[in-house]
């Protein structure tokens, strides 16, 4: 566990080679669980939610914050394309995501799909 997550930051601008069901799953789990219970300590701190900006605290805390998940993002972004390597399909598939429920639904079928032989190996 700790070591797919070490990879994921290793590897956040990595958009060739693959990565395996464990290296995937591990640091997508991780990071969900961890960005909600960080959120929900800024807004129990903060008494409000976090995109609300009253004072320039605020404003800091929140440009922060969409610093972080664009960061996040991007290695995620990286982590996706590896893993549809990794089952010998490209990581344009990755644009399957912007089709409302099916395309979510299709793509997480192609991230449970078990490793295949391929070419970015």
Known sequence: MVQSYQEFWHNILNFSGT???RQY???IIINY???AFIIALIEHSAGHPITDIYNWTDW???FGSQVVTFIVWLGTLSLKFRRL???DHSGGWVLM???P????IWFFIL????SRANRWD
């Not at 429920?101 to 979510?104: K, S």
Request: aromatic share 8%; hydrophobic share 50%.
């Open 25 to 27: 799953w591990w640091p």
């Open 101 to 104: 429920i099916i395309g979510t």
């Open 60 to 62: 800091s805390v929140n």
């Open 85 to 87: 390597h990794d089952s």
């Open 111 to 114: 991230m449970i799909l078990p």
């Open 33 to 35: 669980l961890l960005g």
């Open 97 to 99: 995501e912007l089709i």
């Open 19 to 21: 990565a395996r069901r």
